[in-house]
């Protein structure tokens, strides 16, 4: 078995999987054998296991029914059946109503169908914290809108948008609303039903569930069609034989981070590593909504530095962290969040610390034992190259 990292500080990216989740898995796994669909013993015990993750995730996310909850392969699947389902719904109108720093499957499920189908997409600004321009917002929504979908919490800031405060003008103005929620469950206190959202995307993943299964949450009487056909399982709008292993997982994932609140826990360590940062590496700034983010997610920009070249020495020390998306890693261009804040100047230089619920202080402890020393080196090599 090869090892993980020393400190793992790239939660947003993945999440470990807690281990209680992984014997739910291993004993779905080789205990139960029947596909949910049969109708036999076998299957009903299958399915049984299945609906019971069900109404697990439909506990997490604050739907008034499990039967709101589809299961799909995660937040990707989630967010492109969304979209499609919720403008084939409305017909007679072209328009999309979005950020410009959404989730990459969001920009280009939409680029496709601006693409092919001709639908006209309404990017949103934010300001230099990742706010949404509010006021632009109201001015776009209009009877050519189908549909609005905004993400509930930035994936690479931590910044939240107000998701409760934005539903009702999308649905005065005739168009549904659909929020990327793959970020804030198990992170932030979620209520479907209250917000009234149309449709929601969750990713078992990001909460210490497994990788390759996540959700979508369609409300009661929102029409819907499925992206994926042929069979009737999940009630006719996903076809293919559910992922019973994956979605019992799910299921406790979602069960452990209802009952258990880490968002003190998380606040705590992250805001003890900005203070320390801060005052140990004068210049250092903060990016997004400090007044509004996710508990555990730090965006630190180090000025003059190589974020890059500052992550394999992170790396190298046994500390795990990212320069933003996972989804973008590997690219050449920078961060399309940054770029859209108006940062075009920091992003190279930024990075990206998301915390867990098993991270510690003695890991916090070991980061800034490092960190400094690796800023320094980096602002060194770039003015050493500049020379």
Known sequence: MVAGPAVYL?????????????EAMFAALTGIHGNPSSGHTAGREARRAVESARREVAALAGAERPDEI????????????????????????????????????????????????????????????????????????G??????????ANNETGTLFPIADLVPLAHAAGALFHT??????????????????????????????????????VRRGTPFSSLIAGGSQERGRRAGTENVPGIVGFGVAARLALANSETDHLAHLRDRLEAEVLATLPGTLVLGDRNARLANTACLAFPGSYAEMMLHRLDQAGIAASAGSACATGGTLPSRVLLAMGLRHLAGSTIRFSLSR???????????????????????????SAA
């Not at 109108?93 to 997409?121: F, K, N, P, Q, Y």
């Not at 210490?208 to 979508?216: C, E, M």
């Open 10 to 22: 790239d939660a947003n990216a993945t999440t470990p999987v807690d281990p209680r989740v992984a």
């Open 180 to 217: 990327d929620a793959v970020q804030a469950a198990g992170r932030l206190d979620l209520s479907v039903a209250t917000t009234d959202v149309d449709l929601a995307s969750f990713s078992a993943h990001k909460l210490h569930g497994p990788k390759g299964v996540g959700a979508l949450y």
């Open 70 to 141: 589809v299961f799909t392969s995660g937040g990707s699947e989630s967010n492109v059946t969304a979209i499609r389902a919720a403008l084939a719904a409305r017909p007679g109108r072209r328009e999309v109503v979005t950020s410009s720093v959404e989730h990459a499957s969001v920009e280009a499920a939409l680029e496709h169908l601006a693409t092919t189908d001709g639908i006209v997409i309404r990017r949103l600004p934010v300001d230099g914290h990742g706010r949404l321009d509010l006021g632009a917002y109201r001015a776009v929504l």
């Open 358 to 384: 098993f991270n510690t202080d003695a890991d916090i402890d070991r980061l800034l034992g490092v960190l400094p020393a690796i800023a320094r080196e980096a602002r060194l090599a770039i003015s050493e």
């Open 143 to 152: 009877p050519e809108t189908a549909l609005v979908t905004l993400m509930s």
